[in-house]
């Protein structure tokens, strides 16, 4: 099983932008599906982006537009790339992983990174 590190985030204005990187370790990381979650203070968490492991990808209505996932199995890497943030993107954001057929945004995730705090000033 894989272990998942994120990293990125930050302090960024309104309208700024912030590439998020979830690495994997190991060597099967490029069988995952990955997906990015964001949880905000008193909300639930929710997913904004899922990737399959031949790169295809599923948004969200609010991240549609605005963010990127990719990934670069050759690096153990899933990239969250966020233009025009906004202050209602002010979380936490978790990357998570599951060996599973891909579902779009559905299906579960089973091993999950610790967060990186996004935080975006009006």
């Known amino acids: 099983q894989v272990q998942l590190v994120e990293s990125g985030g930050g302090l960024v204005q309104a309208g700024g932008s912030l590439r998020l990187s979830c690495v994997g370790s190991?060597?099967?990381?490029?069988?995952?599906?990955i997906g990015w979650f964001r949880q905000a203070p008193g909300k639930e968490r929710e997913i904004v982006a899922s990737?399959?492991?031949?790169?295809?990808?599923a948004y969200t209505v609010s991240a549609k537009g605005r963010f990127t996932i990719s990934r670069d199995n050759a690096k153990n890497t899933v990239y969250l790339q966020m233009n025009n943030l906004k202050p209602e993107d002010t979380a936490v954001y978790y990357c998570?992983?599951?060996?599973?057929?891909?579902?779009?945004?559905?299906?579960?995730?089973?091993?999950w990174g610790q967060g990186t705090q996004v935080t975006v000033s009006s």
């Open positions: 990737i399959s492991r031949s790169g295809t990808t």
């Open positions: 998570a992983g599951e060996q599973r057929p891909y579902y779009g945004l559905g299906g579960t995730y089973d091993v």
């Open positions: 190991g060597r099967t990381f490029s069988t995952y599906v």
